[in-house]
């Protein structure tokens, strides 16, 4: 009699193992509990007999969340999976590409740290009463977040024997047929040349030099090149040892394919989309945080129809950006040490997208 294996991570392990389901023939079942990894918005099932792919789906859940599953033999030897109480989406038993393993290891135990810094040079202030203006050319208030980083970057560096660093900001494409010089960018990306040796062995003075060398930019739309930026950070040498951290600092959305932002925040055609950048930065081990710029409180209850749409669309989208809600951090509140204690004190895995979920029980129940 063939054995059927739900395909898991065993509790705090980081490899997948067949897990042996305790189905004897048609007619019998069993219950098994999964947890859906931190950071995971679906839990990915997948129950096999030797190579052959008996059942593939996907459960949209929580990062974190416990499931259980009812999976039965029916009378024509035909494996059903359920989850009572959620939608089960049914993927094919063999699709052109193999299943996700976008997971990633983020605990302190690796020896070295590999960090981009993505700055969106974009970024405005914006007060009550007042025109807005950029915060990269108000020297005063961009030192002070300037700061912050450098502080982040000290207490992160505290925690590796080798750390490489590079910066990058963005700006944008230019609009077509658009010819005011406000609304001119003055750059899509800083340095233009990007190549895998701007990430480097660097010092948290020299990092926070190159962070006060970058000028503001316009954006003029409200998407900027932020799906551009993060496809450039694929190009870096990204050590396979070493932890890889990309902290991204702006209020300007990327473009976004799955979700595009309101109609009239976008007058270019793009190539690069962040959901698609974003996952292919997963696949190389990279966690994301992100720092939202928000706008002054009273400003932003102030603001009526599309413009408050646009606001609230960008914060949620860096908030989707970060591997976890706990790396989704607000530039009024972010401090930098605080943070970077934070996110070296995690361990286990991190799942992005549909993701294997940890086996929790040691037994299947048999079902009645």
């Known amino acids: 009699m063939p054995t059927f294996d739900l395909i898991a991570f065993p509790a705090n392990a980081s490899d997948l193992h067949a897990h042996p389901l305790p189905l004897n023939g048609a007619g019998t079942g069993c219950r098994v509990e999964l947890r859906n990894l931190p950071g995971a918005t679906h839990l990915h099932v997948l129950v096999q007999t030797g190579d052959t792919v008996l059942f593939r789906g996907e459960i949209p859940a929580d990062g974190g969340e416990t499931l259980s599953l009812e999976i039965r033999q029916d009378e024509a030897d035909k494996l059903l999976v359920e989850c009572p109480g959620r939608p089960l989406a ?151 040892t070493a932890r890889k951290l990309l902290l991204l600092s702006g209020d300007s959305p990327g473009h976004s394919i799955v979700r595009p932002v309101p109609k009239g925040g976008d007058a270019c055609v793009r190539q690069q989309d962040v959901e698609t950048e974003a996952s292919s930065l997963y696949r190389l081990g990279v966690e994301i945080l992100t720092i939202y710029h928000e706008p002054d409180h009273q400003f932003l209850n102030d603001l009526i129809g599309p413009p408050r749409e646009f606001q609230q669309y960008a914060q949620d989208q860096y908030l989707r950006l970060a591997s976890l809600p706990e790396f989704a951090f607000v530039a009024s509140h972010f401090d930098g040490k605080r943070e970077a204690e934070q996110a070296c004190s995690l361990s286990g895995l991190i799942g992005h997208g549909g993701s294997y979920g940890e086996w929790l029980t040691s037994d299947c129940l048999p079902l009645g």
């Not at 405005?124 to 002070?144: H, I, N, Y």
């Not at 080798?162 to 700006?171: K, N």
């Not at 895998?196 to 010092?203: A, D, E, I, M, Q």
């Not at 739309?221 to 950070?233: K, Q, R, T």
Request: glycine share 6%; proline share 10%; hydrophobic share 45%.
């Open 90 to 240: 049914l993927l094919p038993n063999n699709p052109a590409l193999p299943p996700p393993l976008h997971t990633i290891v983020p605990a302190g135990h690796q020896g070295n740290l590999d960090m981009v810094i993505v700055i969106d040079a974009t970024v405005r202030v914006f007060e009550p009463g007042k025109k807005s203006w950029s915060l990269l050319a108000d020297q005063d208030r961009w030192a002070v977040h300037v700061a912050k980083l450098r502080s982040f970057m000290d207490a992160l560096m505290g925690h590796f024997q080798e750390c490489r660093c590079a910066v990058l900001a963005f700006g944008d494409q230019p609009i077509p047929n658009v010819t005011a010089a406000d609304l001119q960018p003055a750059y899509r990306l800083f340095p233009t040349d990007i190549h895998p040796g701007l990430l480097r062995v660097s010092s948290p003075e020299q990092i926070e030099r190159q962070l006060l060398l970058n000028k503001p930019s316009s954006g003029g739309d409200f998407v900027d090149a932020l799906a551009d930026a993060l496809a450039a950070c694929q190009s870096f040498h990204w050590r396979p």
